[in-house]
Each structure stands twice: as structure tokens, then as C-alpha cells.
Antibody, heavy 121, light 111 residues
């Protein structure tokens, strides 16, 4: 059973950089799956942030692309998210999820529990 | 404004059949498969339907999905109180180098 666990600071200052890590257990990050970040502002819907393959290939949401970097650490079986120049609009629950195979899918079959990140001074 | 359009709310009584629509365009639903997610309050989303109409193991056959052209639908038959949740559709969008798009979500209330 694949399990994902997000970790990182719950509070980030405006104009700072949000950094989160997703640890994968029960499966290998070097499988044929892609790995994604999805966020959900309080009381609002889901927004896809981007995805990464174990080779390092990435796809990003065009609306966030200029501020997002997703990386992978195969030795630790984890992947990470960095979102720069954050504002209050970036306050959200951030989820990591396992994506399907191929990089052009939207079937997230395993999710982390989510972590709330608040942007505030 | 979400790329995929869903009704903000839906409702039904126990035992009833309800449907939730998801409307897109040729670059997303029209050329890629649709997936549906169920999100119970305070929990992470759960994959409910994948590849338009396939159910993951453990999802009751009361849930079904369909797709036609640039629209998709989720149907729930034999509605139960535990089905009260938010439902989201999602698809890959081929525009702008490709990305995932979600619907705005539909809150289902079991009366």
C-alpha cells in the first residue's frame, strides 16, 4: 500500500518561498508513475500545481509556472515543492499525490493527508 | 473560474439517483479521459472514477461515469447519506504544453 506524507513549515511570510516535501513509502518513486502537487485554498476547489517523473521531467500549471519548482530525490524516495514570491492567495492545504503513467493523465490514486500552509506576516 | 464547469450544488433523497455534469472543451475532455474524485469533509480527495467510466477497487457500483464529446457525467444511484461530499472532475488539457485541470466542484447534499 503506497503512502504519501507531506512535511514542511505551516507558516510562510509574504514574498517568501514555500517549501514542502512528500515522502513516499510502500512503493518506489522510480516506478512508472508521475508524482504531483495539488492545493486547495480554504473553502475552495482543487488546483493542480505540477508533476514530476523520477527522471526529473516536469510539467507545471501555466498559471504558477514562473514561481514553481518541483524536484525529486530518488535516494530518499521523496519529491519536493518550492513556490516563490508567495502571497496570501497561496494559503491552502497542499496535497501530494501519485499520478498515473505517462505524464498526461489526471488519475491520482494515492494522496497524502494534506498540510495547511498559511502565508502571513 | 475553473476550466471544467460543474454545478456548484446537487441534492437528492436516500435511494434516489443523481447526476453531476462536467463540461469542458476539445483540448481537455474532448481529447483526454475524465476522472472523478470524492472529497469527504476534512479529508483528502479519493479517486472515484478513472478513464471516464472505470471504478477503482472498493468503489461501489452505485457510482458510474460517462463521457460524450466535451462533457462528462457522474451518476450515483441508490443515494446514501454517506455520499454527502464534494465531487470534482479532472482531465488533462493539451493546451499550453499540457496540464491538469479540475472542475470547480459540486457539493452533494443528501436530504
Amino acid at each position: 500500500q503506497v503512502q504519501l506524507q507531506e512535511s514542511g513549515p505551516g507558516l510562510v511570510k509574504p514574498s517568501g518561498t514555500l517549501s514542502l516535501t512528500c515522502a513516499v513509502s510502500g512503493g518506489s518513486i522510480s516506478s512508472s508513475n508521475w508524482w504531483s502537487w495539488v492545493r486547495q485554498p480554504p473553502g475552495k476547489g482543487l488546483e493542480w500545481i505540477g508533476e514530476i517523473y523520477h527522471s526529473g521531467s516536469t510539467n507545471y500549471n501555466p498559471s504558477l509556472k514562473s514561481r514553481v519548482t518541483i524536484s525529486v530525490d530518488k535516494s530518499k524516495n521523496q519529491f519536493s515543492l518550492k513556490l516563490s514570491s508567495v502571497t496570501a492567495a497561496d494559503t491552502a492545504v497542499y496535497y501530494c499525490a501519485r499520478d498515473g503513467e505517462g505524464g498526461d493523465t489526471s488519475d491520482f490514486d494515492y494522496w497524502g493527508q494534506g498540510t495547511l500552509v498559511t502565508v502571513s506576516s | 473560474q475553473s476550466v471544467l464547469t460543474q454545478p456548484p450544488s446537487a441534492s437528492g433523497t436516500p435511494g434516489q439517483r443523481v447526476t453531476i455534469s462536467c463540461s469542458g472543451s476539445s483540448s481537455n475532455i474532448g481529447s483526454n479521459t475524465v476522472n472523478w474524485y470524492q472529497q469527504l469533509p476534512g479529508t483528502a480527495p479519493k479517486l472515484l472514477i478513472y478513464s471516464n467510466n472505470q471504478r477503482p477497487s472498493g468503489v461501489p457500483d452505485r457510482f458510474s461515469g460517462s463521457k460524450s464529446g466535451t462533457s462528462a457525467s457522474l451518476a450515483i444511484s441508490g443515494l446514501q447519506s454517506e455520499d454527502e461530499a464534494d465531487y470534482y472532475c479532472a482531465a488533462w488539457d493539451d493546451s499550453l504544453n499540457g496540464h491538469v485541470v479540475f472542475g470547480g466542484g459540486t457539493k452533494l447534499t443528501v436530504l
